[in-house]
């Protein structure tokens, strides 16, 4: 354990690299997200979240160039941020053209849209052809005949495919608890 800033208790070194990068990159970086996405609210959150990613990871950060590795992690959240906007956005539109009567309250939107956006996460996270046979099947509801005729992939391919996908899936429930 090391101590840093005269303090009275020993830091673990991998919090005592963040606490440092913290301290001598949190205006640079927030300021950096201002000016790349115009609100400073949001900016201010993603610069926490970037940190809090750092100090979660338990890595020692010591190696590596600050703003590079800082801007890295933040631009994967404004990524995340944009993508998670764009699902809840789509979810609100498709809830316009709904009758009043079927519209969800607002805990259960809240439910719905987070569930979204892991899904959305999780199939972003797959490789492009297997997300491709994913949805053929899942939602297009096609055979696997009929994703190896349209993708002309062999129907062996298609369910090694399908098969990580599902993996994938169920890993991801099994991360969230559900």
């Keep these: 354990m090391v101590c840093i800033y005269n303090c009275r208790f020993s830091?673990?070194?991998?919090?005592?690299?963040?606490?440092?990068?913290?301290?001598?990159?949190?205006?640079?970086?927030?300021?950096?997200?201002?000016?790349?996405?115009?609100?400073?609210?949001?900016?201010?959150?993603l610069t926490q979240?970037?940190?809090?990613?750092?100090?979660?990871?338990?890595?020692?950060?010591?190696?590596?160039?600050?703003?590079?590795?800082?801007?890295t992690i933040a631009k994967g959240l404004v990524v995340d941020h944009w993508r998670r906007q764009e699902v809840e956005r789509a979810y609100l539109e498709a809830l316009a053209h709904q009758?009043?009567?079927?519209?969800?309250?607002?805990?259960?939107?809240?439910?719905?849209?987070?569930?979204?956006?892991?899904?959305?996460?999780?199939?972003?996270?797959?490789?492009?052809?297997?997300?491709?046979?994913?949805?053929?099947?899942?939602?297009?509801?096609?055979t696997l005949a009929q994703i190896a005729q349209r993708t002309g992939m062999a129907a062996v391919t298609v369910r090694r495919h399908i098969h990580k996908a599902l993996v994938a899936c169920m890993l991801a429930v099994d991360e969230s608890g559900e």
């Design 11 to 45: 830091v673990h070194p991998v919090q005592a690299n963040v606490d440092l990068l913290y301290a001598s990159h949190h205006r640079w970086l927030r300021t950096w997200l201002h000016h790349r996405i115009g609100d400073a609210f949001l900016a201010a959150d």
């Design 49 to 71: 979240d970037t940190f809090l990613r750092l100090f979660l990871a338990r890595r020692d950060y010591s190696g590596h160039e600050p703003k590079a590795l800082l801007t």
């Design 99 to 142: 009758p009043a009567a079927l519209a969800p309250s607002p805990e259960e939107r809240l439910i719905v849209i987070e569930a979204l956006a892991r899904i959305d996460a999780l199939l972003a996270a797959m490789p492009q052809r297997t997300r491709e046979v994913f949805l053929l099947a899942q939602l297009d509801g096609l």
